[in-house]
């Protein structure tokens, strides 16, 4: 069935969702992508790919992953029933690896024989280690310098998986900085090399590329809601920093016009105190890493800086399609703060003995807010998109607790 002014047909053959995304790089960059994306759309379609990513998927990263009903938080919410999508169980922790494999499946059929990746809190690093060591292919993850210094636990990781770290020292040696260097190292490695990017961002095909890799798990969460209640959920919500794991969930459900989305950026110490990742709330379009899309940045455009408690929120940019849902107001964007999503994680510790990863908190922590205006007959899935082992050094930090 083909619905007219379907949202899951996006983007155009640009790579424009709306006025957003499309693909600015720099000429010699251009073949790369373009061969990225003829190779993309060959597989898009392809049995044989599919197959084979099922298979990985299934005995290798754990999916399907399950649909959770945290029954102890909907009684003590006291408003709809809530479920979680469990992609913290996939192997590595996070939702990161359904997008890794498909990357990495793909650069094997391009015969590509070095893999580069950007990391910011070390999640995709340690994901894209994984899969490279799974293949036997050399891996370079470039990593600010500051990440290095606060993400110490997966550096180890993934120098354990056999991964080469480059420390990023320029600008603001964080996740945006890395991702420019991973840029120049593809240009400046033409023919052996494929960039597996981490969130449904940079230039055209990526960010639906991305999407589509992800999307795994709204369609799981499509057959598991059917099956233990019979009838679509109400609302989604998911945390975004690019973006990834939200439209991974949202993606599906795009068209069922009737079910209410909220994707949930990082208000580090607040919305008006300027320390935050809210591209959306406080940021404006610009063009950074290869697309259009809002940014956070000065008057004269220079980038700002992101400050989140959780390192995998802390970036200035969106992916592309959000900037593009945000506009059409098909997703509602909110916000939580670094207390607020401390709050939460205690809070799903407690309640459901399940430690999520601090990013997921973020979405708790706005559902926690907004459930009381939900009646009981309400149904809610929240992806819980990573676990939160990595989480708790910083967790004992802002607690005063000495380990
Ligand atoms: C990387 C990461 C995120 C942020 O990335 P998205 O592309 O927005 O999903 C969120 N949660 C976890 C657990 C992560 O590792």
């Known amino acids: 069935m083909t619905i007219k002014n379907s949202l899951k047909q996006l983007p155009n ?46 005995t290798y990263v754990g999916r399907p992953s399950p649909l959770f009903f945290a029954k102890r938080i909907t009684k003590d919410l006291n408003g709809p029933k809530i479920y979680f999508k469990r992609d913290e169980l996939n192997h590595t922790g996070a939702h990161k690896i359904n997008n890794c494999m498909g990357q ?9 024989k070095r893999i580069i990746a950007e990391t910011g809190a070390g999640q995709h690093g340690v994901a894209t280690a994984t899969v490279c060591a799974l293949f036997g292919l050399p891996c370079i993850v470039y990593m600010g310098e500051k990440d290095i210094k606060r993400q110490s636990p997966n550096v180890f990781r993934m120098k354990l998986l056999g991964a080469e770290i480059r420390s990023v020292t320029t600008g603001s040696k ?33 960010p639906a590329m991305v999407r589509d ?33 939200a439209l991974g969930l949202f993606h599906e459900f795009l068209d069922d016009k009737q079910i209410e989305m909220i994707a949930v950026e990082a208000a580090g110490h607040g919305l008006e105190s300027g320390a935050h990742a809210a591209s959306l709330s406080g940021g404006k379009p610009g063009i950074l890493h290869g697309n259009k899309t809002y940014l956070l940045q000065s008057q004269d455009g220079q980038i700002d800086e992101a400050h ?8 200035p940019g969106i992916g592309p399609e959000h900037s593009y849902l945000f506009e059409q ?8 703060t ?14 459901e003995g399940i430690i999520p990863a601090l990013e997921p908190s973020h979405a708790l922590a706005v559902l926690k807010k907004i459930a009381k205006h939900y009646s009981k007959d309400k149904i809610v899935v929240m992806n819980m998109c990573g ?16 380990l």
């Not at 990495?104 to 590509?112: H, P, Q, S, V, Y």
């Not at 107001?329 to 939580?336: E, H, I, N, P, W």
């Not at 670094?338 to 309640?351: M, S, V």
Request: aromatic share 10%.
């Open 174 to 206: 964080s996740l945006k900085d890395a991702m420019n260097e991973a840029l120049r190292d593809w240009v400046t490695n033409v023919k052996d090399t494929f960039y597996i990017i981490g969130t449904a961002a940079g230039p055209h095909p990526y």
């Open 329 to 336: 107001k098909r997703v509602q964007y909110m916000s939580a």
């Open 13 to 58: 053959e640009k790579g424009y969702f709306g006025s957003f995304g499309g693909r600015y790089v720099s000429e010699t960059l251009m073949p790369l992508i373009l061969e990225v994306e003829k190779e993309y759309n060959k597989i898009k379609n392809d049995n044989n790919f599919k197959k084979e990513l099922d298979h990985y998927m299934k």
């Open 104 to 112: 990495i499946l793909l650069a094997k059929r391009m015969g590509k």
């Open 387 to 402: 676990r939160g082992d990595k989480d708790i050094f910083t967790i004992a930090e802002e607690l005063n607790i000495k």
């Open 308 to 315: 989140s408690i959780s390192a995998g929120l802390d970036y």
């Open 213 to 245: 890799f992800q999307s795994v798990i709204g369609e799981e969460v499509r057959e598991q809601i059917l099956d233990a209640e019979n009838r679509l959920p109400d609302l989604l919500i998911a945390c975004i920093g690019g973006g990834s794991n």
């Open 338 to 351: 670094d207390k607020e999503a401390i709050e939460a994680f205690q809070y799903c510790c407690n309640l």
